[in-house]
């Protein structure tokens, strides 16, 4: 999506976590666990759907100021990135949503034949969510 503020501008705000309940649909709060910040940092956020509430702690995996910021569910599970790149008008930010390696053998583990229909509904979620959160981080940044 494109959105009419600079990458340093939207990096700023998405690589501050803690202003992720501002535009995620699901993360309703998110902390970090300690003083440290930038690739390494852990935090905790807190995910609310109607049907459930639980908390997950992230690592962030890449913090390039202005270019790309990105985390990994429990350091290793689902990476969850975002990318900044100046166009006319603005900057194209890109989110994406992947299981990780280490995760895809768990879920036959945890759902037997329904694992690839599991798999498929995080993904629909997840693209879901994307579309949200772009569109909050769009009207939030150009309102300000």
Do not use: H
Request: glycine letters at 10%.
């Amino acid at each position: 999506m494109t959105i009419a503020q600079s990458p340093d501008v939207l990096y700023a705000m998405v690589s501050d976590v803690t202003r992720m309940g501002e535009w995620s649909p699901v993360c309703k709060a998110c902390w970090w666990d300690d003083e440290a910040r930038g690739a390494g940092a852990w935090f905790t956020g807190r995910n609310i759907t109607e049907s459930r509430t639980w908390e997950t702690r992230s690592k962030v995996l890449v913090d390039e100021p202005g270019r790309e910021f990105a985390f990994a569910v429990n350091g290793d599970r689902t990476r969850w990135g975002y990318t900044f790149e100046p166009v006319d008008g603005g900057t194209l930010v890109t989110e994406s949503w992947e299981i990780l390696p280490v995760a895809e053998p768990t879920y036959p583990e945890r759902f037997g034949d329904r694992a690839e229909a599991e798999i498929a509904i995080r993904a629909d979620g997840a693209s879901k969510g994307m579309r949200e959160t772009l569109a909050a981080i769009k009207r939030v940044a150009e309102a300000g």
